[in-house]
């Protein structure tokens, strides 16, 4: 009994071993197995995806307190909210909002200064304390996403380059330069610098290039344009690494 049950065994049928217009056949009716795809070769950084996903979860206010501003970053911005705001009350509104911008050679609507006031007035008061002032430039030198509304930011960041006693409001690369090193090291600041000059630092006379407002927001807008396709890229990427690591489940 126990000879023709092995007999039968090593009689078996490899499926694997049939012609392919067979396997085809088979494998429609379930009976072969199913084939194993190899494992995604898309290059994912799943600890970098971890990371965000902890920080996207921390509540902003916790994420804010641990955010340390440097001394001289810290002092740009001091300067700044002094530029901005009136004698003798601590905080600025839309009028000065306007003002600002009419110096730096800019004319916006109402409409569009109110809204660059409801980006940070937190209270909505219609008032910019130092601590609304303070919690949007933090909010906005961690964000990653692209998603967190900057326009107050970029007028801010460009006045903190901008030296006080300037009375024509261009900023120089030599301007940039200690606020640059200390936000983004060594490492980044040729490519900072880049994307805020282009490629020449120097006009064709060979003088140092000076920038307005609206240049400097033209490259800012450039940047971001270029940075939302490369995180729909890596999206995409994730999403296929994803999708093929599910497959092999």
Same mark, same amino acid.
């Given at each position: 009994?126990? *000879?023709?049950?092995?007999?039968?065994?090593?009689?078996?049928?490899?499926?694997?071993?049939?012609?392919?217009?067979?396997?085809?056949? &088979?494998?429609?009716?379930?009976?072969?197995?199913?084939?194993?795809?190899?494992?995604?070769?898309?290059?994912?950084?799943?600890?970098?995806?971890?990371?965000?996903?902890?920080?996207?979860?921390?509540?902003?206010?916790?994420?804010?307190?641990?955010? @340390?501003?440097?001394?001289?970053?810290?002092?740009?911005?001091?300067?700044?909210?002094?530029?901005?705001?009136?004698?003798?009350?601590? &905080?600025?509104?839309?009028?000065?909002?306007?003002?600002?911008?009419?110096?730096?050679?800019?004319?916006?609507?109402?409409?569009?200064? *109110?809204?660059?006031?409801?980006?940070?007035?937190?209270?909505?008061?219609?008032?910019?304390?130092?601590?609304?002032?303070?919690?949007?430039?933090?909010?906005?030198?961690? *964000?990653?996403?692209?998603?967190?509304?900057?326009?107050?930011?970029?007028?801010?960041?460009?006045?903190?380059?901008?030296?006080?006693?300037?009375?024509?409001?261009?900023?120089?690369?030599?301007?940039?330069?200690?606020?640059? &090193?200390?936000?983004?090291?060594?490492?980044?600041?040729?490519?900072?610098?880049?994307?805020?000059?282009?490629?020449?630092?120097?006009?064709?006379?060979?003088? @140092?290039?000076?920038?307005?407002?609206?240049? &400097?927001?033209?490259?800012?807008?450039?940047?971001?344009?270029?940075?939302?396709?490369?995180?729909?890229?890596?999206?995409?990427?994730?999403?296929?690494?994803?999708?093929?690591?599910?497959?092999?489940?």
């Amino acid at each position: 009994m126990d *000879d023709e049950k092995k007999k039968k065994k090593g009689n078996k049928l490899d499926l694997n071993l049939l012609p392919s217009s067979m396997k085809e056949r &088979y494998a429609a009716m379930g009976i072969l197995p199913k084939p194993q795809i190899p494992k995604a070769n898309v290059q994912v950084d799943v600890q970098r995806m971890k990371q965000k996903k902890i920080e996207k979860e921390q509540p902003i206010e916790q994420k804010l307190e641990g955010i @340390e501003i440097k001394a001289s970053e810290k002092k740009q911005l001091e300067k700044v909210f002094q530029m901005l705001k009136k004698k003798d009350v601590d &905080y600025f509104d839309a009028k000065d909002i306007d003002k600002m911008l009419r110096f730096l050679g800019v004319s916006l609507t109402k409409s569009e200064i *109110d809204l660059m006031l409801w980006e940070v007035d937190e209270n909505l008061d219609g008032k910019v304390s130092w601590t609304e002032f303070l919690n949007m430039y933090k909010k906005c030198t961690i *964000d990653k996403t692209g998603l967190e509304p900057k326009s107050l930011f970029h007028m801010i960041q460009f006045l903190m380059y901008l030296p006080p006693d300037r009375k024509d409001p261009k900023v120089t690369v030599e301007d940039t330069l200690e606020l640059l &090193y200390v936000r983004f090291g060594r490492q980044s600041l040729d490519s900072e610098i880049h994307a805020i000059f282009g490629d020449e630092e120097k006009n064709k006379d060979g003088e @140092e290039k000076a920038i307005s407002f609206s240049e &400097y927001m033209e490259k800012i807008n450039e940047r971001a344009i270029q940075q939302r396709k490369l995180r729909k890229e890596e999206q995409k990427q994730q999403f296929q690494y994803f999708k093929k690591e599910k497959q092999i489940e």
